[in-house]
Nanobody, 115 residues
Framework: QVRLVESGGGLVQPGGSLRLSCVSS????????LAWYRQAPGKEREEVAA???????NYADSVKGRFAISRDNAKRTMYLQMNSLKREDTAVYYC?????????WGQGTQVTVSS
């Protein structure tokens, strides 16, 4: 069983930045696909960004040019650098790791963008 722990959420003003981290307990972290999702109140959970085992990123249109996903396999950690934050980025952010046995979710970290 893979355990994921997110951190780095908080309250930030519009235009500000945050960096989220997701630490994995999985031994196959370096070969697994990873992703960040978010869920705002009353809305469906949506994929924000994903990164392949080789490091190729992909972004939702709503965050392109503002967010950057990365991974450090030696630390079994994935990051989401969020810049130019908007009120509509307010949500609980979750990390996801997928291997041959299934997918694993973290518990989520709250990001609130407000003045």
């Amino acid at each position: 069983q893979v355990r994921l722990v997110e951190s780095g959420g908080g309250l930030v003003q519009p235009g500000g930045s945050l960096r989220l981290s997701c630490v994995s307990s999985g031994s196959m972290f370096s070969v697994n696909a990873l992703a960040w999702y978010r869920q705002a109140p009353g809305k469906e959970r949506e994929e924000v960004a994903a990164i392949t085992a080789s490091g190729l990123p992909n972004y939702a249109d709503s965050v392109k040019g503002r967010f950057a996903i990365s991974r450090d396999n030696a630390k079994r950690t994935m990051y989401l650098q969020m810049n130019s934050l908007k009120r509509e980025d307010t949500a609980v952010y979750y990390c996801l790791e997928t291997d041959s046995n299934g997918s694993y979710w973290g518990q989520g970290t709250q990001v609130t963008v407000s003045s």
